[in-house]
């Protein structure tokens, strides 16, 4: 099946989610405009989105009669921390960012993407961590920094 243009999203659509057959992305690849996948159904997918269009998190990309087919990110290992003071979120933020690793933060919460090296490092400060799966939604962001 050949997309070119996204019909809406799932989040301002009534569509029954449960319903849904899901085209599956990691984050990086909702950057993309041309690109051919299977979803999780099995359908074949192929996508060469107009220039002014891009992927989102329940992106609708076909849509007829009872059948719905949207994009989601796969779910992908990950550690979530739960800083129990500011000193603890502090010397945690402090540390990914000298290692300019990418998180997510709540108010509660620092989530991110799975990397054994960063184990001992939440051992090291003394934070609650767990690993995890998730579906992330919202791209990381990948800041150049150069060290002179």
């Given at each position: 099946?050949?997309?070119?243009?996204?019909?809406?999203?799932?989040?301002?659509?009534?569509?029954?989610?449960?319903?849904?057959?899901?085209?599956?992305?990691?984050?990086?690849?909702?950057?993309?405009?041309?690109?051919?996948?299977?979803?999780?159904?099995?359908?074949?997918?192929?996508?060469?989105?107009?220039?002014?269009?891009?992927?989102?998190?329940?992106?609708?990309?076909?849509?007829?009669?009872d059948v719905t087919i949207a994009v989601r990110t796969i779910?992908?290992?990950?550690?979530?921390?739960?800083?129990?003071?500011?000193?603890?979120?502090?010397?945690?933020?402090f540390e990914l960012g000298n290692r300019h690793t990418p998180?997510?933060?709540?108010?509660?919460?620092?989530?991110?993407?799975?990397?054994?090296?960063?184990?001992?490092?939440?051992?090291?400060?003394?934070?609650?961590?767990?690993?995890?799966?998730?579906?992330?939604?919202?791209?990381?962001?990948?800041?150049?920094?150069?060290h002179h």
């Amino acid at each position: 099946m050949l997309i070119h243009k996204l019909i809406g999203n799932v989040k301002d659509s009534a569509v029954n989610e449960e319903t849904i057959e899901w085209l599956e992305l990691d984050w990086e690849e909702l950057n993309k405009r041309i690109l051919r996948k299977n979803t999780d159904k099995g359908r074949e997918i192929a996508l060469a989105l107009e220039d002014n269009q891009s992927l989102e998190v329940g992106s609708i990309l076909y849509q007829e009669g009872d059948v719905t087919i949207a994009v989601r990110t796969i779910k992908e290992p990950a550690f979530v921390a739960t800083p129990k003071s500011m000193r603890e979120m502090g010397k945690m933020a402090f540390e990914l960012g000298n290692r300019h690793t990418p998180c997510l933060i709540t108010d509660e919460t620092i989530t991110v993407r799975f990397d054994a090296t960063l184990e001992p490092l939440f051992k090291e400060v003394g934070i609650a961590y767990e690993k995890t799966e998730t579906r992330f939604e919202t791209p990381f962001k990948y800041k150049g920094h150069h060290h002179h």
